[in-house]
């Protein structure tokens, strides 16, 4: 297992942005699907969006489609996740995931993944 750790999370103003970093242990990061999820207060883990072993295919939930981007630098061992035209809506701890596996990017449910990281708070305020 990598093992997960998330930055970048903070307190923004509706319409701003954020850009959220992952950064994984170990060497081979460039064999594991990435993905992040995101948990607001009494509600459940919801998928946010996910990336290919290579980059070159990204999933994403409708609610975050157009706004965020996720990308990843196997050389940085990290994933990222940009986050624009925040909504008061997408307040979280934002999580990262690893699946171990070179498989098809539409990996969205949780039990899926196999390492998690911590999380990181995202807060927009209205």
């Given at each position: 297992q990598v093992q997960l750790v998330e930055s970048g999370g903070g307190l923004v103003q509706a319409g701003g942005s954020l850009r959220l970093s992952c950064a994984a242990s170990g060497r081979t990061f460039s064999?594991?699907?990435m993905g992040w999820f995101r948990?607001?207060?009494g509600k459940e883990r919801e998928f946010v969006a996910t990336i290919t072993w290579s980059g070159s295919s990204t999933y994403y939930a409708d609610s975050v489609k157009g706004r965020f981007?996720?990308?990843?630098?196997?050389?940085k061992?990290?994933?990222y996740l940009q986050m624009n035209s925040l909504k008061f809506e997408d307040t979280?701890?934002?999580?990262?995931?690893?699946r171990f596996g070179r498989t098809a990017?539409?990996?969205?449910?949780?039990?899926?993944?196999?390492?998690?990281?911590?999380?990181?708070q995202v807060t927009v305020s209205s």
């Open positions: 064999s594991y699907t948990q607001a207060p981007a996720i990308s990843r630098d196997n050389a061992n990290t994933v979280a701890v934002y999580y990262c995931a690893a990017a539409q990996v969205i449910f949780s039990a899926q993944y196999d390492s998690w990281g911590q999380g990181t």
